[in-house]
Nanobody, 121 residues
Framework: QVQLVESGGGLVQAGGSLRLTCAAS????????MGWYCQAPEKQRELVAT???????NYADSVKGRFTISRDNAKNTVYLEMNNLKPEDTAVYYC???????????????WGQGTQVTVSS
């Protein structure tokens, strides 16, 4: 079974840092785009950052200069380094990946279970 497993969330004071990790496992032929979304209670899920297989990145305006997305293709893993955290960053963070999992060559989007990030003031 193909799955994405996230870790690294927790409780941190404002101004602190966290590093989120999401590892894809299972029968995976290729991984294209990977990224992170966040969802606060009663809010829409919003894009945080994305990264292509060759390393091109895109960030939401609210996290530019504070968060860094990276990936290790050999480990099928994507990271989100979060610095200078603010209370408004509090949310469940979900990773996703566009995966090719069979000989069709077609990719599909997969989601992790989410990890809670809470930033206290």
């Amino acid at each position: 079974q193909v799955q994405l497993v996230e870790s690294g969330g927790g409780l941190v004071q404002a101004g602190g840092s966290l590093r989120l990790t999401c590892a894809a496992s299972g029968s995976i032929f290729r991984i294209y785009n990977m990224g992170w979304y966040c969802q606060a209670p009663e809010k829409q899920r919003e894009l945080v950052a994305t990264i292509t297989r060759n390393g091109d990145t895109n960030y939401a305006d609210s996290v530019k200069g504070r968060f860094t997305i990276s990936r290790d293709n050999a480990k099928n893993t994507v990271y989100l380094e979060m610095n200078n955290l603010k209370p408004e960053d509090t949310a469940v963070y979900y990773c996703y990946a566009d995966l090719v999992t069979d000989w069709s060559g077609r990719s599909s989007s997969y989601w992790g279970q989410g990890t809670q990030v809470t930033v206290s003031s």
